[in-house]
């Protein structure tokens, strides 16, 4: 009769019998002893399972909706790292193609010989953006004989990012606050505060706070007509890290690109409606000499010489793989129906909750980011039991996740909230988080809250 002996180190016994699951596990500090791989994967995933549902986070801007073959690519890329470009000549000459497609796509003169690079997201790419304006006007304003020590950049109300860069690389930011019924910059406030140590205007295309889109071409023209008074040539920098992806697409009658001059530069961000998985962004630049020189590295590939330009430095390369999948994958086209459609569930929604009678619409979802953005009326009668961190944490037991927070500076005293319709969403979907809306009025009818949710208790946007 054979003996069978069992390996005490691999043990058929149940996963949920194992020490590492009937005793507490080292969660801050290393354990002397390591575990079954299978339980340890198998806690982990058990404890992701209290994070929320992506599907139905409707606060993010991040694509959450990604099909198998991007699955399949970023395991194929774990290992490859963006930074060694003569190790990975192959994706270098990738991550290139992505980027002379952006420069077609957003109109540039010759999108063949412009440059630009890929980042870990958009807030990177804004900040070499911003550098880049710094350089060069330090360059003119040396040329010149002039001081260079007090530079200043004009931008509506911007994403967290902006306000890092100014920090860190010492530049006073200009920031136009909201005021009631204007909500982002105009060309008319751009020009009362723009001088000669402005380095560049940064209009958003795709205001993270309502959505919108910030006029560039009518600050174009403002700063053409500046220009002409006083002689002073002040640069723009688009902010497009959402609607960089979309209004090419979807708004082609709206002109915000290289198409004007005056657009030295644009970022986008490729992981939130670019459809890529997290961890890509781009910046272009209208033409080479438009980013200085001096921030240019360069190093060889394939025996021929490339340049990079970047605050990180390790990082994999699969995202941007994913990217170009998705440029050959979709097409002009394919990217045209998916940003419709949600443009189209945005406009839904809007209308829906319009109808409710308690909301007013601060952007319906109709001409820029496909969402919406409301707050609740103040002409009701009787007011509200509610507020909309009440509402947002209501809607929290249903699965879905709903910015709610105060707008900026000025504004602090409203409060909105907002959903972002993305890539992956259905009209279905669309119905059952109105129908979920109206059932969490109800409820507050029937069940009056004694005491609402504070700012510090309910604000959950935070960039």
């Known amino acids: 009769?054979?003996?069978?002996?069992?390996?005490?180190?691999?043990?058929?016994?149940?996963?949920?019998?194992?020490?590492?699951?009937?005793?507490?596990?080292?969660?801050?500090?290393?354990a002397d002893e390591p575990n079954e791989p299978e339980t340890i994967k198998k806690l982990i995933m058990d404890e992701l399972l209290?994070?929320?549902n992506s599907k139905q986070n409707l606060a993010t801007f991040c694509q959450t909706d990604l099909d198998k073959n991007i699955h399949s690519i970023m395991d194929k890329c774990i290992d490859k790292n963006m930074i060694d470009k003569d190790e990975y000549p192959q994706s270098a000459e990738i991550e290139n193609r992505c980027l002379h497609i952006l420069a077609d796509l957003w109109n540039a003169p010759d999108s063949l010989e412009t440059i630009g690079c890929s980042t870990t997201g958009s807030s990177e790419a804004a900040m070499l953006g911003g550098l880049a304006l710094k350089w060069n006007w330090r360059e003119n304003r040396k040329k010149l004989g002039l001081p260079y020590d007090k530079p200043n950049i004009v931008t509506g109300p911007v994403q967290i990012c902006w306000h890092k860069f100014a920090l860190y690389f010492d530049i006073e930011i200009r920031e136009i606050p909201m005021e009631n019924g204007r909500y982002i910059m105009n060309s008319e406030e751009v020009l009362k505060r723009v001088d000669e140590n402005t380095i560049g205007v940064v209009p958003t295309l795709g205001v993270t706070f309502t959505l919108q889109y910030e006029d560039v071409f009518a600050i174009s023209n403002a700063l053409d007509q500046y220009e002409k008074e006083t002689g002073i040539n002040i640069p723009i920098h688009v902010d497009a890290a959402s609607g960089g992806f979309v209004a090419p697409f979807i708004q082609q009658e709206i002109i915000w690109d290289f198409r004007l001059p005056r657009v030295k530069s644009i970022n986008a961000s490729g992981h939130k409606f670019g459809l890529s998985p997290l961890g890509v962004g781009w910046v272009v630049w209208r033409e080479k000499k438009d980013l200085h020189k001096d921030l240019v590295f360069n190093v060889n590939y394939l025996g021929g010489n490339m340049s990079t330009f970047s605050l990180n430095f390790s990082r994999p390369g699969g995202q941007i793989i994913a990217q170009y999948y998705n440029f050959l994958r979709?097409?002009?086209?394919?990217?045209?129906?998916?940003?419709?459609?949600?443009?189209?569930?945005?406009?839904?929604?809007?209308?829906e909750l319009k109808k409710l009678g308690i909301f007013d619409l601060i952007y319906d979802g109709t001409d820029a980011l496909p969402g919406v953005c409301w707050t609740i009326s103040k002409n009701q009668s009787p007011e509200p039991l509610f507020n909309l961190y009440d509402l947002s944490e209501k809607l929290r037991s249903r699965g879905w996740q709903v910015a709610s927070y105060t707008l900026p500076s000025s504004m602090n005293d409203v409060v909105v909230s907002r959903v972002v319709i993305r890539?992956?969403?259905?009209?279905?979907?669309?119905?059952?988080?109105?129908?979920?809306?109206?059932n969490a009025i109800e409820y507050f009818q029937k069940h009056p809250i004694l005491r609402s949710l504070e700012k510090d208790e309910g604000e959950n946007f935070h960039h």
């Open 50 to 52: 209290l994070d929320g």
């Open 423 to 438: 890539h992956g969403f259905s009209r279905d979907l669309c119905s059952l988080f109105v129908k979920d809306v109206q």
């Open 1 to 30: 009769m054979p003996l069978h002996i069992v390996d005490k180190h691999k043990s058929l016994y149940d996963t949920y019998v194992q020490s590492a699951t009937i005793e507490e596990i080292s969660k801050f500090k290393l």
């Open 330 to 351: 979709h097409g002009r086209n394919g990217y045209t129906l998916i940003q419709q459609a949600c443009l189209e569930h945005g406009i839904f929604i809007g209308k």
